[in-house]
């Protein structure tokens, strides 16, 4: 394994940190990753993506 643990993003946050706090997991830029799960959010039917965020907002760790 890398040592590297998934918690949410203190400094790249925009609600909660889950976004960032992925990114920088992935070693991916925060800016695509959000503008990708904001339009699969919008396209899919009947928002699973938000439910998806709440659950990872009560699961995830704070760094």
């Known amino acids: 394994m890398n040592g590297k ?9 925009w609600v909660a940190g889950i976004l960032g706090g992925v990114a920088e997991y992935l070693d991916w830029e925060p800016g695509m990753l959000r503008l990708a799960y904001v339009l699969l959010t919008v396209f899919s039917a ?15 760790p704070r760094r």
Not at 5 to 11: A, D, E
Not at 46 to 60: E, K, Q, R, T
Request: hydrophobic share 50%; net charge positive; proline share 4%.
């Open 46 to 60: 009947g928002f699973p993506g938000l439910l998806l965020y709440l659950f990872l907002w009560i699961v995830m």
């Open 5 to 13: 643990k998934l918690t949410r993003s203190t400094n790249d946050r």
